[in-house]
């Protein structure tokens, strides 16, 4: 579950990290109210979407020369002209794609001195198992672009889970960020607060970029991205109610009221499949034959009638989808189970695109009976290979 800026900064300050004073609205009536109740002389005026790159980042309804979705404004006159501009308007920037999402939410932010620019996050490094903290001086890029031209600016420092984050382990931050004198004291105590909010409210990410040293030499926490690990919230009600429905795709809140693993995408073909893996190789193929998947969707190995016709709902509920692929290897998954599911949602929903179905394994002659049976007009397949040509052919003609 990812949360909005504002909400990000709230929760590290509850751990003590520095941040500046400021204000979210919803609604541009809260915009005078919002903008009088901050110091100035400058104002920060930010979009708050699920999505990076929001300062690059431009807006449908506006020309290619306006300002990004995140303005300094050096007058409260210039902020609220700002936040007139910016309020429900689309963005867009390299993580949202071309449709962009609609600005509903606004956090003006009280400007600040800045001196350096620095990158921080932390996260679960896969190769050792250990929570990292990923450490650069190039705060305010792109860290992907940092990574490919000067790797050498960008510092790991594994976390002992046993030890957590010590003032050695933060020294060594501290270090590769330079600081010195009170920012130095102030970031080995930042360091050791964001471990601890990271660990004991069960983050996947937590990203501060940039990380800033200010002309007064201290340390503030400038921009904040924090995602939560969706299977620990029910340790967390009180993060749960950062959630922002409106951020989310209607087909995937819809599919975790089922438990489905369901990811939208912009492509053609909706896929059923049963296995995370599996369901990455059906995407493959598809790709290889030259059209695009339109989901992401897993069923996991103990779905119920129910829920596959849910997931077969889900994905015919998408405008975008040309044709359907379901890919079904049965092992905990019955191949008779997902065929009741298939023709149940058929029945409920209708059939209107191309439909091929790829069953093997457990009960597989029973699920091709009940298939056979039904009388829909569905695309028998061998195995995938046979079934990504069959459906890609069908979709593309």
Known sequence: MNIHEYQAKEVLKGFGAPVAKGVAITSLDQA?????????PVWVVKSQIHAGGRGKGKFKELNKDAKGGVRVSFSADEALANVKEMFGKTLVTKQTGPAGKQVNRLYIEDGANIDRELYLSILVDRET??????????????IEAVAEETPELIHTIGIKPSAGCTNEDAAKIADAYKLTGKAREQGIELFKNLYNAFTSKDMSLLEINPLIVTKSNEIQVLDAKVSFDNNALFRHPDMMEYRDK???DEKEIEASKYDLAYIALDGEIGCMVNGAGLAMATMDIIKLYGAEPANFLDVGGGATTEKVTAAFKIITSDPNVKGILVNIFGGIMRC?????GVVQAVKDVG???PLVV?????KVNEGKAIINKSGLNVIAADDLDDAAQKIVKAVKG
Do not use: H, N, Q, Y
Not at 32 to 40: M, V
Not at 336 to 340: K, P
């Open 246 to 248: 409106t951020e989310e």
């Open 336 to 340: 008779d189970v997902i065929a009741e």
């Open 32 to 40: 005078e109210a919002a903008i009088a109740a901050l110091p100035g």
């Open 129 to 142: 198992g250990r929570t990292s903290f990923v450490a650069s001086t190039e705060g305010g890029m792109d």
């Open 351 to 353: 059939l209107k695109v």
């Open 358 to 362: 790829r069953l093997e394994g457990t």
